[in-house]
């Protein structure tokens, strides 16, 4: 089945900074989403995007499915950015989201 | 839209006893999935139902674990007798489409702890 690598799986940030998370997939996926858990537990929707570039405030992520693999781009960072951050996909007529193992963001204010 | 609602959100209760837990998925979705977070193994597909009905179990980890769809408007996941090992966060996530096609609304999740 497909593998899903996230990187960094951990990042400590200053309130203000900027990052790039990385999601590479072992094969192809037709089916991409990008989700936010944060500290009490909720899986948060960010974006579904299998491919090209979405933007929502100071998030945006992009995914070149032909080369397998998507980045979120956290721009001015703040400590409700804190959490763990998942990349999940699946592959051609399948229902199957295979999880990441996650980033955990740790914002510092 | 209410999005997805599960019950109970916490749940303690001893080994041997039967647990049920519910999800109630967003109105007009036809995907169902339970899925189980725990620290050793991340997020885990448990069950998947389309329209109602469970397509794939596979990910099921034993007979002690059964789930049901009686509608499109509720599920329930029962584990009986449950066992120490059984305590993580489940979650009910909804999706609109069958083949993963559409993105995944998921519950807040029940944190279930055995002892």
């Known amino acids: 089945g497909i593998q899903v690598e996230q990187s960094p799986p951990d990042l400590i940030l200053q309130e203000g900074a900027n990052s790039t998370l990385r999601c590479n997939f072992s094969d192809s996926v037709n089916n991409l989403q990008w989700f936010h858990q944060n500290p009490w537990g909720q899986l948060i929707n960010l974006f579904y995007?299998?491919?090209g570039t979405k933007q929502n405030g100071r998030l945006s992520a992009t995914t070149v499915a032909t080369e397998r693999y998507s980045l979120l781009y956290i721009s001015s960072s703040q400590t409700t950015d804190s959490g763990v951050y998942f990349c999940?996909?699946?592959?051609?007529?399948?229902?199957?989201?295979?999880f990441g193992t996650g980033t955990r963001l740790k914002v510092l204010a | 839209d209410a999005g997805v609602i599960q019950s109970p959100r916490h749940e303690v209760t001893e080994m041997g006893q039967e647990v049920t837990l519910r999800c109630k998925p967003i109105s007009g979705h036809n995907s169902l999935f339970w899925y189980r977070q725990t620290m050793m193994r991340g997020l885990e597909l448990l069950i998947y139902?389309?329209?109602?009905?469970?397509?794939?179990d596979s990910g099921m980890p034993e007979d002690r674990f059964s789930a049901k769809m009686p509608n499109a408007s509720f599920s329930t996941l029962k584990i009986q007798p449950s066992e120490p090992r059984d305590s993580a966060v489940y979650f009910c996530?909804?999706?609109?489409?069958?083949?993963?096609?559409?993105?995944?609304?998921f519950g807040n999740g029940t944190r279930l702890t055995v002892t």
């Open positions: 996530a909804s999706s609109l489409g069958g083949f993963g096609n559409s993105p995944l609304h």
């Open positions: 999940a996909g699946g592959g051609s007529g399948t229902y199957k989201y295979i």
């Open positions: 139902f389309n329209n109602n009905v469970p397509i794939d």
């Open positions: 995007i299998p491919s």
